[in-house]
């Protein structure tokens, strides 16, 4: 059978077909012109998808087959819809997007070829394939059952059990992807089976079901297995890193070897894939061909990208550098002004056109935690509004003066301190922690406060009285002049919780109580947004996870630094000191999760990258190294 070959004279037509994209350099030449089996792994910002869609546009124009087509496979429906459009943009691309070509994710293709006839040949229907809704119906007949609802109340991770109720293999064992299910001979076992058999005879599946059913029908007929090579004898994937080991397995075993199997992808973005057999991931094989220089970014981020890249060419950047990075480092207790002093400079750095045409984010690996160290632990360390608490009360200024004046304002309009003493005891710890109190070197936000306090033996009368007194003055705390004495009074009440050593002019002068150094006003503290306002231009930043973030491009983006939970790491921290030199790349496979997570963050922006790390987890020795390397360094 002949497949089409691209030549030289192809890559000439592409100069003409795609006029705004530059694909000249050796190694983009060398994957258009690939035309075996072959992995690509590339850079973040190289343009994977660009230069698939532009090898589809050269192949379909010369695509001698009626009814045998090409199968791109994407993991998600942007990747798809991305190729989609790349495609409909000529009309000889928009060909391969009818039969009998397939474009889409490896879902819908598991679904269409295998998984939807396997069932309509067993006589099921359909309703629903989605994690939620099976999630709900699972739980809803859950709590039907008197042993299983009893075993819920009793034991919360049985609800997750149950709401992930999957079947697994050919011979669809039950398993479940919230945990492992008890033993067959357990109580609840037998009622957790029916009502997954219940669900799949009412036609409710979760995802993973698919793959399941997909694998039972290629035992039972393994001669799809040539029908679908013969229809689909060239297959491309996009997003390969992302490919969990079961998907895999099974495109491996209808494709690999008989089918041109192309892979592209990035295996140091592998951030989402689940770990279940992830050690047998083949991607990217050792004669994989590399574009390792990105579109993206210029050379300074380029170098802080491949600084904690973990395998691979490091990442080069060509675009100019614009601006250069900045590291901003914080005193504990200023943490929640990273964000918006990260705002602040782009409004300096930027234009308003600059703004309108780039997004500016802000982004962590993790969304919370529970680790006990020191903040810049999760994004509600940064962000307290992202935390789950927050969400119903989305309007929270999270400085000790906003604090205290929003809680004295609600005392004053609603006439009752119900709602206002869990702010101020959040305030007060702020004040405790920058005065390095000895006593809550353990406490990790206001609701813990006065437990921990009574539980190590300290008198909390006089910190009840305090949040007392703070409302009752009914005093505007916005006001400059309604604050002078409030160090004094809080110094008062808080000095046996104090270091011993602390005076009162000491204590005044705690970096907690100063006046905000410029004129930023946050403009209500949205859950996931962060709006700056300064010389009355403004920016608004989205606030949030890095998986959320994947595959986007910015105009400028803060990364936060986060804390790992079992790996006991800080990423940044240790991210630091690898890249300038202090440390080899780490070899744990928690910490090196982490890197992999700062890789994606950090390759994000076109111009700004800023990174956002604790003063006390960055050594001098390693601030000096970073100037030496071209980055800034702002002391908040
Ligand atoms: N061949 C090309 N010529 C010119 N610009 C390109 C080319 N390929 C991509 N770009 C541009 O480079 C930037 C990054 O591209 P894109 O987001 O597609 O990269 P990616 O490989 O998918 O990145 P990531 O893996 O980080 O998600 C985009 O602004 C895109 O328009």
């Avoid at 919360?156 to 011979?171: E, F, M, N, R, T």
């Avoid at 007060?428 to 539980?455: G, K």
């Avoid at 959320?548 to 630091?576: C, I, P, W, Y």
Wanted: charged letters at 20%; proline letters at 5%.
């Amino acid at each position: 059978m002949t497949l089409p070959v691209i030549t030289q004279e192809d890559l000439d037509a592409l100069a003409t077909l795609a006029a705004d994209l530059q694909f000249a350099d050796a190694e983009r030449r060398a994957v258009l012109l690939e035309g075996n089996s072959r992995d690509i792994n590339a850079a973040p910002g190289s343009g994977k998808t660009t230069i698939l869609a532009a090898k589809l546009l050269l192949l379909s124009r010369k695509w001698p087959h009626a009814r045998r087509g090409i199968c791109v496979l994407s993991h998600t429906n942007i990747a798809r819809d991305e190729i989609r459009q790349r495609l409909a943009r000529s009309s000889e691309g928009a060909r391969l997007l009818s039969y009998p070509h397939f474009i889409g994710t490896i879902h819908a293709f598991v679904n269409q070829f295998l998984a939807l006839p396997y069932l309509r040949s067993v006589g099921i229907g359909v309703d629903v394939i989605d994690d939620d809704a099976f999630a709900q119906r699972a739980l809803r007949k859950a709590k039907a059952n008197g042993s299983l609802r009893y075993s819920m109340e009793q034991n919360q991770g049985v609800a997750s059990k149950v709401a992930g109720l999957i079947y697994q293999g050919p011979d669809l064992q039950l398993a479940s992807e919230g945990g492992s299910l008890p033993k067959p001979t357990s109580k609840t076992y037998p009622v957790m089976s029916e009502i997954k058999e219940e669900l799949a005879q009412q036609g409710v599946f979760r995802y993973a079901d698919m793959f399941a059913y997909a694998e039972r029908l290629l035992r039972h007929h393994p001669s799809l297995i040539d029908r679908l090579t013969l229809r689909f004898p060239c297959v491309f994937m996009d997003e390969m890193q992302d490919t969990s080991w079961q998907q895999e397995q099974l495109l491996q075993q209808i494709f690999a070897g008989r089918s041109i199997v192309q892979r592209y992808g990035d295996v140091n973005q592998r951030i989402l894939t689940q770990d279940n057999g992830a050690e047998f991931l083949t991607f990217p094989q050792p004669t994989a061909l590399p574009i390792s220089v990105s579109k993206r970014f210029g050379p300074q981020i380029a170098s802080a990208v491949a600084g904690v890249q973990l395998a691979g060419t490091p990442v080069t950047g060509e675009r100019a550098d614009v601006r250069a990075p900045l590291l901003i480092l914080y005193a504990t207790e200023r943490v929640e002004h990273v964000i918006p002093t990260f705002g602040r400079r782009v409004l300096e750095l930027f234009e308003d056109a600059e703004l309108r045409d780039g997004l500016v984010k802000a982004m962590c690996t993790r969304k919370q935690g529970d680790a006990k160290a020191s903040p810049g632990r999760h994004l509600g360390d940064y962000w307290p509004a992202s935390a789950g608490d927050a969400a119903n009360d989305s309007n929270r200024p999270e400085r000790f003066w906003a604090l205290l004046s929003h809680a004295s304002a609600t005392a004053r309009s609603k006439g009752t301190f119900a709602n206002s003493a869990m702010e101020v005891r959040r305030a007060i710890l702020l004040v405790l922690r920058s005065a390095r109190a000895p006593a809550i070197a353990d406490v990790r936000d206001a609701p813990q406060l006065i437990r921990q306090l009574l539980h190590a033996e300290h008198d909390v009368m006089p910190l009840r009285r305090l949040v007392r007194e703070l409302l009752i003055r009914k005093a505007d705390y916005s006001r400059p002049a309604e604050r002078g004495a409030v160090p004094a009074l809080v110094f008062q009440y808080l000095q046996p919780l104090l270091p011993p050593t602390m005076r009162l002019d000491a204590f005044s002068q705690l970096e907690v109580f100063a006046e905000p150094a410029y004129s930023v006003e946050i403009q209500g503290t949205e859950q996931y947004q962060c709006t700056v306002v300064h010389e009355q231009r403004q920016v608004t930043i989205p606030i949030g996870t890095v998986a959320s973030m994947k595959g986007e491009t910015h105009l400028a983006t803060l990364v936060l630094e986060s804390h790992g939970g079992n790996s006991q790491r800080f990423d940044l921290e240790e991210a630091l000191k690898v890249l300038v030199g202090q440390s080899a790349p780490p070899t744990q496979k928690l910490l090196m999760g982490q890197f992999r997570n700062l890789y994606v963050a950090m390759s994000r922006p076109t111009s700004f990258l800023c990174i956002g790390a604790n003063v006390d987890r960055v050594s001098a020795q390693s601030q000096d190294l970073l100037r030496a390397k071209g980055w800034n360094i702002e002391h908040l």
